[in-house]
């Protein structure tokens, strides 16, 4: 098992946030299923805790804020926050298995970044495109371009 192998099955923050129904290897059916169920702030906080960010923040990486998720303890999230948990959880994956840590990754996402108009990936995270620009980038740095 090479190095990029062992450090994403040791972090997988879908089956964090999805508090065990979901995995990296899930059926895309599944996980459709799962969204238009909702997830729980359960398996959001579990999440916020894993990957040691504030609630405040993780809520403005899903693009919502912390009232609406400590205000919805018991009940299903919207489709639209529950859709972005698990790409930001999936995002996570990639990023803490290119990063080698949870630490490195963070580090990464709160330093601006000209790729991001100077500003750190975490504050383009709220996005679809801007998941898809952080995702970039770090294949970038994969292949030996600089960020």
């Known amino acids: 098992m090479n190095k990029v192998q062992h450090i994403s099955t040791k972090h997988d923050f879908i089956n964090t946030v999805t ?3 979901l ?3 899930s059926n895309p059916m599944a996980e459709i299923a799962i969204v238009k169920v909702g997830l729980t702030t359960a398996g959001l906080r579990t999440f ?3 990957i040691q960010w504030e609630l405040s ?3 403005k990486a899903l693009g919502t804020t912390e009232r609406t998720l400590l205000r919805n303890k018991d009940k299903p999230l919207n489709k639209q926050i529950s859709e972005n948990a698990i790409e930001v959880a999936r995002l996570s994956n990639f990023g803490i ?3 080698s840590s949870i630490d490195n990754w963070n ?3 709160g330093t601006p970044n000209v790729q991001f108009d100077n500003q750190p990936a975490r504050a383009i995270m709220n996005s679809i495109r801007g998941r898809e620009l952080i ?3 770090i294949s970038g740095l994969q292949h030996g371009f600089t960020a």
Do not use: C, D, K, P
């Open 19 to 21: 508090l065990g129904e």
């Open 23 to 25: 995995n990296t290897h």
């Open 48 to 50: 916020s805790t894993s």
């Open 57 to 59: 923040t993780l809520a």
């Open 97 to 99: 298995a290119y990063f």
């Open 107 to 109: 580090i990464w996402l």
């Open 135 to 137: 995702r970039r980038v």
